[in-house]
């Protein structure tokens, strides 16, 4: 009711009534297009950096104006940030889709403590198989003999018999009790019969106390989209039932991946990489490995992200082998994954002059400028890529196609 803040109201109420007389113009195509330009770019420089998300608009453009324009640079920014303390995250290599909880322990403990955390029992009673590969994925990296440097992150859970301890530390990484929880996990067949989510949950904890913790991390770390495909939304060519979509990247990221776009067009490529390495992949995102600790196969054709039109090259990176070693066999099933899994994602690339091919193997230099979309599982027994390029015609238009309804969906 002050002065102050009436005149700010009178001045948005003004601003407003002069967007909307500009609204009753049409505008050309042309002006359109510079500005839907213009204001691409700007949406990439206000949202470009997490330091500047935050900032309060200047105090002389009105409430609903300061409104307006704190909203649109933390919206596009809000998985910069940790969900509870809402300061950056103290490592992150690249702009992941989902928000999560930072490294800091007392944001893990209130994350894990609260109920803010997602409850892994309504997770795997609703999505199994999406919980299965993460699983998967998380037992293939800690028992790697590279898991010193791919089982990035660790684990951080809270002991759930000592409320105020970790039970898993990344600053105390204990690989062989890590191994010992997920003995509980692999078997996720026999723990949906179990009924409700509450009997999951009971089913988990007397196996280990530590399997449900733990497996609420490998759900809540998670920070890709990723989600089954039916059989009525898959790609046919493909030739296998675990088919998902996978949408990894930031909005600013793939607003900036669709400038680039505009300008140089784009075209599609598989991406190989062993079993234990997408642990890391689904929580950091795809990066130029070259000279990392990540990186597994040399670098023959310069540095960057290896890909390839042919499904067969891609696979050829991928190194099958046994993610699960439990002591309880599985039963083989299309819904649920076999023992010996070859994973490979379908994405997106810029094809700007950075992009080096070479036959049949592409690297491209820019991490920015590769989007995943598609992830495909082969039983490592059974693989059938003979033949597949993504470069033919018919194949791109099932592509696009399959991308147009899973967005409209």
């Excluded at 050309?28 to 500047?52: G, I, T």
């Excluded at 307006?68 to 509870?84: I, T």
Aim: charged share 25%; net charge neutral.
């Amino acid at each position: 009711n002050s002065p102050d803040s009436a005149a700010s109201l009178l001045l948005d109420s003004k601003r407003f009534a002069e967007l909307t007389r500009d609204m009753d113009e049409v505008p050309s195509a042309s002006c359109e297009a510079e500005a839907e330009d213009e204001e691409d770019e700007d949406f990439l420089v206000q949202a470009a950096s997490s330091k500047e998300a935050k900032v309060i608009p200047d105090v002389e453009r009105g409430v609903l104006c300061q409104v307006m324009k704190y909203l649109h640079n933390r919206l596009p920014s809000l998985n910069e940030f940790c969900v509870v303390c809402d300061n950056s995250h103290v490592f992150q290599s690249a702009t992941m889709l989902k928000p999560t909880v930072c490294a800091r322990e007392l944001c893990v403990f209130a994350f894990q403590t609260l109920g803010v955390m997602a409850d892994a029992a309504q997770e795997i009673a609703t999505g199994p198989e999406v919980v299965d590969l993460l699983v998967n994925m998380c037992n293939a990296a800690c028992r790697s003999h590279r898991r010193g440097d791919i089982f990035d992150p660790y684990p951080t859970v809270v002991d759930p018999c000592r409320g105020n301890e970790l039970a898993f530390n990344p600053n105390k990484k204990n690989f062989d009790r890590v191994v010992a929880a997920m003995e509980g996990l692999l078997n996720i067949e026999d723990v949906i019969a179990g009924g409700s989510t509450d009997k999951i949950k009971g089913a988990l904890s007397k196996r280990d106390p530590l399997s449900y913790p733990l497996l609420q991390w490998i759900i809540s770390s998670n920070r890709s989209h990723i989600v089954k495909l039916p059989k009525s939304r898959s790609l046919s060519f493909m030739k296998t039932p675990h088919q998902f979509l996978l949408i990894s990247d930031s909005p600013v990221k793939e607003r900036s991946f669709c400038l680039a776009k505009k300008k140089h067009g784009s075209t599609f490529a598989f991406h190989g990489s062993s079993i234990e390495n997408w642990h890391s992949i689904m929580r950091n995102g795809l990066i130029n490995a070259s000279g990392t600790k990540y990186q597994q196969h040399g670098a023959a054709y310069g540095k960057g992200i290896y890909l390839s039109p042919e499904l067969s090259t891609s696979m050829g990176y991928c190194g099958g082998g046994s993610a699960h070693r439990s002591a309880h066999p599985r039963r083989s099933s299309e819904r649920f994954l076999n023992k010996n899994v070859v994973c490979v994602a379908l994405c997106e690339v810029i094809t700007s002059p950075d992009l080096r091919k070479s036959g049949s193997i592409w690297v491209c230099p820019k991490a920015e400028h590769v989007c995943t979309r598609f992830f495909f599982v082969y039983d490592a027994s059974s693989l059938q890529s003979a033949g597949m390029n993504v470069e033919q015609v018919a194949k791109k238009a099932e592509i696009a196609k399959c991308i147009g309804t899973a967005r409209s969906a």
